[in-house]
C-alpha cells in the first residue's frame, strides 16, 4: 500500500482511498484531498515533516501523520 508520505518530490500521484476516523479525515477532505484528486509533491522538510504539496491548484503543507492516511496509486 502506497501513501502520499512514500511519493517522492516532484511526482503527482493520484489519490485511491483515505484512511482515518472523525475529525482527523475531515480535515483532510475539507483541504480538497478526496478520493481521484491529483496531488502534486513540491517539497518535502529534511525530516520528512512537514510536507508541501499542490492540490486543485492550491498550495497547502501537510503533517507526515495525515500524509500516511492518503493512500495513492
Known amino acids: 500500500m502506497a501513501t502520499l508520505k512514500d511519493a517522492a ?3 503527482t500521484v493520484k489519490v485511491k482511498k ?4 472523525g475529525a482527523i479525515k475531515r480535515r483532510i477532505m475539507d483541504m480538497g484531498i478526496t478520493k481521484g484528486v491529483e496531488i502534486f509533491v513540491r517539497k518535502v522538510a529534511p525530516l520528512g515533516d512537514p510536507m508541501e504539496v499542490t492540490v486543485r491548484g492550491y498550495e497547502l503543507t501537510l503533517r507526515k501523520a495525515d500524509a500516511e492516511m492518503i ?3
Open 9 to 11: 518530490v516532484g511526482k
Open 18 to 21: 483515505l484512511s482515518g476516523e
Open 71 to 73: 493512500e495513492t496509486e
